[in-house]
């Protein structure tokens, strides 16, 4: 069936430290798309990455399709990057989002 | 800036009741979604309308009925709510086409069931 598998499930950090955040999906996916998701809020797109490397102040996406991956790197972390940070990939339909279980980033003063 | 709205936040009911949530997008999208994340924070689209037209339907029970008057607005309602219905259910909107992939997330109503 349609994957999407997220490593790992939660991480810890100190403020400062650099994250990285891996996602892979099943053959029949493309189109990669990271989320970050507050407590209790609602989730907010960070990259819609279908391939190659994006970057957006300390975030960098980078997607594989060939080996069917992508990564999310946070840069010195700080402590409102907290929160669950989701990948989604499209189905092979390409009119619905498949979403991975989410990575739970805790980042400590 | 919040333009997709979910009304209500919160609901607590009954087993057997009936609910109904709302939503509206004032971003002129034609696409609207419907997911429900369970307790274990799994995302999964229920729904999916174009321009008022159902496009995607996914394995849902059929106590899950989506109503659309019009393109702005996507209500979900659930007849006979059983304690499984218990989640968070995210409302979405979209541009068609090659933007398809620019959604944009409501708040969410957390619907619990006794």
């Known amino acids: 069936g349609q994957q999407v598998q997220q490593s790992p499930a939660s991480l810890v950090l100190q403020e400062g430290e650099n994250a990285e955040l891996q996602c892979n999906f099943s053959?029949?996916?493309?189109?990669m798309q990271w989320f970050y998701q507050r407590p209790g809020g609602s989730l907010v797109s960070l990259f819609y990455n279908p391939s190659g490397t994006k970057h957006s102040g300390r975030l960098t996406s980078t997607t594989v399709i060939k080996e069917r991956r992508s990564s999310l790197h946070i840069s010195s972390s700080q402590t409102t990057d907290s929160g669950t940070y989701l990948c989604a990939s499209y189905g092979s339909s390409g009119n619905k989002l498949i979403f991975g279980i989410g990575t739970l980033l805790s980042v400590k003063p | 800036e919040t333009a997709v709205f979910q009304t209500p936040n919160y609901h607590v009911t009954q087993v057997g009741n009936e609910v109904s949530f709302n939503c509206k997008q004032t971003?002129?999208?034609?696409?609207m979604y419907w997911y429900k994340q369970d307790s274990k924070k799994l995302l999964k689209i229920m729904f999916s309308?174009?321009?008022?037209?159902?496009?995607v339907n996914e394995t849902v029970p059929r106590r899950f009925s989506p109503q659309s008057s019009d393109k702005a607005h996507l209500n979900l309602r659930i007849k006979s709510v059983e304690p499984e219905d218990s989640a968070v259910y995210l409302c979405?909107?979209?541009?068609?086409?090659?933007?398809?992939?620019?959604?944009?997330f409501g708040p969410g109503t957390r619907l619990t069931v006794l």
């Open positions: 979405a909107s979209s541009p068609t086409g090659a933007r398809a992939y620019e959604q944009y």
């Open positions: 971003l002129g999208h034609d696409t």
């Open positions: 309308y174009n321009n008022k037209q159902l496009i």
């Open positions: 053959t029949s996916l493309n189109s």
